[in-house]
């Protein structure tokens, strides 16, 4: 079912036995990038890997390999006309937001330049379909609640419109 940032919290999604799934349209309003927004992999296995001189030592193999593979893990604020909310998201979602691979991404923090800087912020205010998952964790001793991002798509104009259209005529039907 399609939510608002507000029914999250609302209808307290995500505090049932079972994870909540629903869709939420929106925009992402900041990404938090001053930290950790990716970490080195294994490609093999995508479990992270830890340099080791010129090479990485994959603790869950217990193994050296050559070369590792930068993988998305991002913190995100996204919006919506009722207001917003923190989510996760991860590789193939960091993918479609940023349109870049981390490695590649992290190629240009390396070199020092403000691309960097712009990549995010290019990719700032653009519509989306989001497809959630929300979950309460308990965090030293507080409950919250944790939306990740399982699905990214770019607004179809033209099938949300047609969802409007529907969702008016519904509120119109005798």
């Known amino acids: 079912p399609r939510k608002t940032c507000a029914a999250i ?3 307290r999604l995500g505090h049932s036995e079972k994870p909540d ?14 930290g950790t927004w ?11 890997v830890v340099q080791q001189g010129e090479q990485w030592y994959d603790e869950a193999q217990d193994r050296t390999i050559e070369r590792c593979e ?5 913190s995100l604020s996204c919006s919506d ?16 937001l940023l349109g870049t691979s981390a490695d590649e991404l992290q190629e240009v923090k390396d070199r020092g330049t403000s691309d960097f800087e712009g990549t995010f912020q290019q990719a700032i205010f653009k519509p989306y379909v989001f497809k959630v998952r929300a979950k309460a964790e308990k965090w030293q001793d507080e409950e919250r609640v944790k939306c990740t991002l399982l699905e990214v798509t770019p607004l179809d104009w ?9 969702l008016i005529a519904a509120q119109l039907a005798p």
């Open 70 to 74: 930068r993988r998305y893990v991002l």
């Open 21 to 34: 799934y629903f869709t939420l349209r929106g925009w992402v309003t900041y990404f938090k990038h001053d």
């Open 9 to 11: 919290k609302d209808e």
């Open 81 to 96: 006309h009722t207001g917003s909310n923190w989510f996760s998201a991860f590789e193939d979602q960091g993918r479609v």
């Open 158 to 166: 033209k099938a949300g419109a047609q969802e409007l259209r529907d």
């Open 38 to 48: 990716n970490y080195p992999a294994n490609p093999e296995t995508k479990k992270k």
